[in-house]
């Protein structure tokens, strides 16, 4: 079974600028989760989707928005970039919505804001 | 503000000895915890979890203990192993909420 994918690996934009991360579950997943991973600060919760809808978000500006379709891929967006949305950006997917379910990342996002 | 605390920035353990990975939380309500092992340029992939009921959960090498009036959560890797050099992060889950991540502890297993 193939494990969650994430595109693209690496990416190097300017401030001001946005920016469109995706994400692929895994086979059968419908919950998928993104957090920002920086140092000092660990994996950092954005939102949950979960059958195309938000679920859960955490404590981050509205320029951070997400989706999810009805194949249970997910995108993630930032808006206007700043210096400090410089992090790896991860994806995981479960089976079923919320912390119980056991959660397969992705390799991340390296998003490099100059 | 954050509720989930690994204030061990690093650990260097000798193979074959013991390594014991700390986590803190503030949130007594948490009900679900559970650790992860990230290797540089991979996500970070499940270990073990402990359901707030138990006070430890054993697999393998790898043993959880749980002290909720301390709200402390600890990892006990025995013996410890070359392979386990890697970045953990402890998390916990509040009811079927989303999880919280600690700020990982790096372990460096010595040959």
């Known amino acids: 079974k193939a494990g969650v994918t994430q595109t693209p690996r690496y990416l190097i934009k300017t401030r001001g600028q946005q920016v469109t991360l995706s994400c692929s579950p895994i086979?059968?997943?419908?919950?998928v989760s993104w957090y920002q991973q920086t140092p000092g600060q660990g994996l950092q919760f954005l939102f949950e989707?979960?059958?195309?809808?938000?679920?859960n978000k955490g404590n981050f500006p509205g320029r951070f928005s997400g989706r999810q379709f009805s194949n249970s891929r997910s995108e993630m967006n930032v808006s206007t970039l700043e210096l400090g949305d410089s992090a790896l950006y991860l994806c995981?997917?479960?089976?079923?919505?919320?912390?119980?379910?056991?959660?397969?990342f992705g390799p991340g996002t390296r998003l490099t804001v100059t | 503000d954050q509720q989930v605390k690994q204030n061990s920035p690093s650990l260097s353990v000798q193979e074959g000895r013991i390594s014991i990975l700390n986590c803190d939380y503030t949130?007594?309500?948490?009900?679900?915890f559970l650790w992860y092992k990230k290797y540089p340029a991979e996500g970070p992939t499940f270990l073990i979890s402990?359901?707030?009921?138990?006070d430890k959960n054993e697999d393998g090498r790898f043993t959880v203990f749980l002290n909720k009036s301390a709200k402390h959560l600890s990892l006990h890797i025995v013996p410890s192993q070359p392979g386990d050099s890697a970045v953990y992060f402890c998390?916990?889950?509040?009811?079927?909420?989303?999880?919280?991540f600690g700020t990982g502890t790096r372990l460096t297993v010595i040959p």
């Open positions: 995981a997917s479960s089976l079923a919505a919320g912390g119980y379910s056991e959660q397969y």
């Open positions: 086979s059968g997943h419908r919950s």
């Open positions: 989707y979960f059958s195309e809808t938000q679920r």
């Open positions: 949130n007594s309500m948490f009900d679900y």
């Open positions: 402990i359901s707030s009921i138990k």
């Open positions: 998390a916990a889950s509040l009811g079927a909420n989303n999880l919280f």
